[in-house]
């Protein structure tokens, strides 16, 4: 018979892999709730129409990553991303009526259909933040503080903050057509694609990363020459409470980012470790976002960070312990008081395991041992004829006889202190 095999581009996430998965879980969790964040869930497919508007129809993502398919005449799609299903969700649900400074997180597997490589995933996961109805730079620096603080909690200690202002709604047209004027003279030196988005969405020719479309792209006009008033004085203070919260950061003009939506700072992290796909999380604010798909007019900010990303340059966890209490029963009469006790300990919040198969008492020991008991208690015909338990500390190897009636409480004791 032929082996089924998972999807290209998809990965099981196995147990032994898994810990550290709850753990940068659990930081999410503890961390964005200290900023007032709570989780939202959404499904994981919607209309397709509400990513082709919100996250723009010129991007890759929506031109040609999404899986797209046919639902008895309905156009479906799996998220690609999590931004534009929780703006639907807070349109949809009035969220904004009850909280009119909305913030909310989520967490779960996204979808696109990328060419498969290290850190890039068909389906992978993303830790997403989004805080909705804050017009102030105050919250652009929160929410990078906050970013930053989340990669510290989960053990990242190297990386680099880069930021960008893209602009918004009353400066970044004129801007485009600037650059599309200076791009339709030496159109013919760049890439296909290149020459195709100098009319279709020249912001993207910035992200650019062929070789030889460099030099050209190095000599574009730069949007921080071209902002309004209102978008240069917003960033400028941005920049300004990130200085007084002591966070470095580099400047890049050229990060558009791959999603349309984005309106004044965008920023990414990025980490040297990853090779080429380089990018941990990425966000931005969104002022027009929600307007767009049919809410109210009101502003946006988040980010996205990539989960498999993380794992990969997160340093490698001890190897975790699985059982606290091994027991063994060394004859068939002491098997009814094993199980019994068993439940007790189990009962009691302890990780107890014995081995159903009945083994070697040196094969249950070495069991005992590869799932880091930290206890193993033996019953055994000498044990039972003098009413006790033999408790082996696996650390120490010590060995102590305890009374029946007391060995449950003697281990929860030694287990939580
Ligand atoms: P994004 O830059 O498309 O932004 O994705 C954010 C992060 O998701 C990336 O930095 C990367 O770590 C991870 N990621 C993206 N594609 C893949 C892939 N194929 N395989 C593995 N990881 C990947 C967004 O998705 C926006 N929704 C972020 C946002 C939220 N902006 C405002 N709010």
């Not at 047209?173 to 200076?182: C, G, S």
């Not at 020459?225 to 240069?232: A, Q, S």
């Not at 009469?333 to 008492?361: I, K, N, Y």
Request: proline share 5%; aromatic share 6%; charged share 30%.
């Amino acid at each position: 018979m032929t082996v089924i095999r998972a999807i290209k581009g998809t990965r099981d996430i196995l147990p032994d892999e898994v810990a550290v998965w709850q753990r940068i879980e659990g930081a999410a969790r503890t961390l964005f709730g200290r900023y007032g964040y709570r989780e939202i869930r959404t499904p994981i497919f919607e209309e397709t129409e509400l990513f082709a508007r919100g996250i723009g129809t010129e991007t890759d993502i929506v031109g040609k990553e999404m899986y797209t398919f046919d639902d008895h005449g309905a156009s479906l799609t799996l998220r690609p991303e999590a931004t534009a299903g929780i703006v639907r969700s807070v349109i949809e649900n009035n969220l904004m009526n009850t909280d009119p400074a909305l913030k909310v997180y989520a967490l779960g597997p996204m979808f696109r259909r990328e060419r498969p490589q290290k850190g890039r995933y068909r389906q992978f996961h993303q830790v997403d933040v989004e805080a909705l109805g804050l017009t102030r730079p105050a919250i652009d620096a929160e929410v990078v503080e906050m970013a930053l603080g989340y990669l510290e909690a989960c053990g990242l200690q190297s990386y680099e903050l880069v930021l960008n202002s893209v602009g918004d709604a009353k400066c970044r047209p004129a801007y485009v057509e600037t650059l599309r004027a200076a791009l339709r003279p030496q159109v013919s030196r760049l890439c296909p694609d290149c020459q195709r988005r100098t009319e279709t969405n020249p912001l993207r020719v910035l992200d650019c990363k062929v070789p030889e479309d460099q030099p050209v792209i190095e000599a574009l006009p730069r949007i921080a020459d071209h902002l309004c008033v209102e978008c240069r004085d917003h960033f400028a203070e941005v920049l300004r409470e990130l200085e007084l919260l002591g966070i470095p950061y580099r400047l890049n003009h050229r990060l558009v980012r791959g999603l349309d939506y984005y309106t004044r700072t965008t920023f990414e992290v990025t980490s040297g470790a990853l090779g080429a796909q380089n990018s941990v999380l990425g966000g931005g604010r969104y002022d027009g976002l929600v307007g767009a798909l049919g809410g109210p007019d009101i502003s946006g900010i988040g980010f996205a960070l990539g989960m498999e990303r993380l794992v990969l340059i997160l340093p490698v966890p001890e190897g975790e312990t699985r059982c606290d209490v091994f027991l063994i029963p060394l004859e068939d009469a002491a098997f009814d008081e094993t199980l019994r006790l068993q439940r007790t300990l189990r009962g009691a919040g302890l990780r107890v395991l014995m081995d159903p198969e009945g083994r070697s008492f040196k094969a249950r020991l070495k069991m005992a041992d590869k799932l880091g008991a930290r206890y193993v208690a033996i019953r055994g015909e000498d044990e039972r004829r003098k009413g006790v338990w033999s408790v082996r500390d696996m650390k120490g190897s010590a060995q102590e006889d305890v009374t029946e009636s007391r060995v449950a409480e003697h281990l929860t004791e030694r287990i939580h202190g």
